[in-house]
């Protein structure tokens, strides 16, 4: 649990602490409990902590405000959409690592929506930190001599441990929803339609009905948005409306379907309502599901069609375009660690060894909907010190990350020199690994 923990943000409250300001960055302030909750959650997730590691917290934390303070400086923005797109991928890191989203919640006490919300204002300025750091680094690159040198003068002690991870390929088999279904929807969402077009609040509508979860208790609002925030289907709708008194016709998206209502437009960006409701996938449709997933499963026991040309004919997940590789949403990469794994998925991935692939089961895909998979275990890496001949790409970006380190560093030591900074004394003697920060 310890990536949901360091990810989400803290879900722990520091008891029987006098709270105080122990750190100002231009007009941010660092109170004693922020760095007493990361510490506590360190410390339960059996993190290696010691006398100088509330420090560390301490300057992570004056770094964060300090690029944060830049950001407004420089007047850059990120719109609500693209919070709460950065939202929901992590939610779905994590509902995705820990099985569900009840599970999620009863691990924090929280409903999905109250974790969100404790979390929205964080993302927001990470995201803007996010944007002065890239502006810094700008396009840092090493060369292979970079990398070779990098490592060697590595102590023995500071070489990287790789964790171990695997690396997958599947075939996912979604159960098809019928006409039928569909037409449900569509008649369900007319007659709410109806209702709002003949006096009913669409935002009490959206809190009752829709099945967003991201919006659905703020009565369906998405915050302003530009065209391209949006599925072209949902966008080619919504910016077409004109009055806040319209609502759209019933869309369909690869979402499910949605009726919109616009709410303010401000030059190119628009603030939307919308209600999404989604086909219910029947019984007998996941039963066909795993029938058709059965019959793919015997095809490739037969050694008469490879995985990947199985993939292309009767694959139709997102990831057929990558031919079945899965990709860790959360690195970019195909690296997944146990932790980023369905606990469906993990099951099936430890009876196997590098090249079989399992019998179907039930999981379900980044929307959250319920589909039919096979995986192939296409490499299973033990933990290890990394080593150039396995390891380039991860010595690679420990390269680069140290030569933008020492880039970060310097602009650090620059910038402090015309921001207020204040520490409260009894975080002088720390040992900070940027010496600047006490003036």
């Known amino acids: 649990m310890t990536t949901i923990a360091l990810l989400i943000g803290a879900s722990t409250q520091a008891q029987g602490i006098i709270d105080k300001i122990v750190g100002i960055v231009g007009n ?31 300057e992570d934390m004056m770094f964060q405000k300090l690029l944060y303070v830049q950001a407004q400086k420089d007047s850059l923005s990120v719109t609500p959409k693209e919070v709460e797109t ?21 691990y924090f006490g929280k409903t999905i929506k109250s974790i969100k919300d404790d979390l929205r204002s964080t993302i927001e300025e990470q995201m803007l930190a996010q944007k002065v750091q890239q502006k810094i680094i700008g396009d840092t690159k090493v060369t292979p001599s970079e990398v070779k040198n990098f490592f ?4 023995a002690d500071s070489i990287p441990t790789i964790e171990a991870y695997y690396e997958l390929s599947e075939i996912v088999i979604k159960p098809e929803v019928s006409k039928e279904d569909k037409e449900n929807v569509v008649a369900e969402l007319n007659k709410i339609r109806e209702r709002i077009l003949n006096g009913e609040s669409f935002s009490t509508m959206a809190v009752l009905y829709s099945e967003d979860p991201g919006s659905a208790m703020k009565g369906g609002e998405l915050g302003f948005v530009s065209k391209t925030d949006l599925v072209p289907e949902f966008s080619q ?21 949605h009726i919109i209502q616009m709410i303010e437009k401000k030059g190119n ?9 989604k086909p219910k996938v029947s019984m007998a449709a996941l039963e066909a599901a795993d029938k058709k997933a059965n019959e793919v499963y015997n095809i490739l026991k037969s050694d008469t069609i490879s995985f990947t040309d199985a993939v292309k004919k009767y694959s139709n997940g997102d990831s057929k375009g990558s031919d079945g590789k ?15 794994l369905d606990p469906y998925t993990k ?5 196997l060894k590098e090249g079989e692939f399992s019998k179907p089961f039930l999981s379900s895909d980044n929307k959250g909907s319920r589909v039919i998979k096979i995986v192939r275990l296409d490499l299973d890496v033990k933990e290890h010190k990394a080593n150039m001949k396995d390891d380039y790409l991860t010595l690679q970006r420990a390269a680069l990350e140290d030569k933008n380190s020492r880039l970060i560093d310097e ?20 040992n900070f690994n940027v010496n600047c920060w006490i003036k």
């Open 28 to 58: 941010e302030i660092i109170m004693m409990s922020d760095i007493e909750n990361q510490y506590i959650q360190m410390a339960s997730q059996q993190m290696k902590v010691d006398g100088n590691t509330r420090c560390e917290i301490l």
């Open 86 to 106: 950065e939202l929901d991928r992590r939610l779905s890191v994590f509902i995705n690592q820990i099985g569900s989203e009840q599970k999620l919640e009863e």
């Open 152 to 155: 060697e003068k590595l102590p």
């Open 237 to 257: 709708v919504a910016f077409n409306l004109t009055s806040p008194l319209d609502v759209s016709q019933v869309v369909e998206t690869e979402y499910g379907f």
């Open 269 to 277: 960006m628009m603030n939307f309502r919308h209600i999404l409701m």
């Open 326 to 340: 899965v990709m860790n949403p959360y690195y970019g990469d195909a690296r997944m660690t146990s932790d980023f």
């Open 347 to 351: 099951s099936a991935v430890m009876s």
């Open 411 to 430: 602009w650090v030591k620059d910038k402090v020199q015309s921001v207020y900074i204040k520490i409260d004394d009894e975080y002088k003697d720390c």
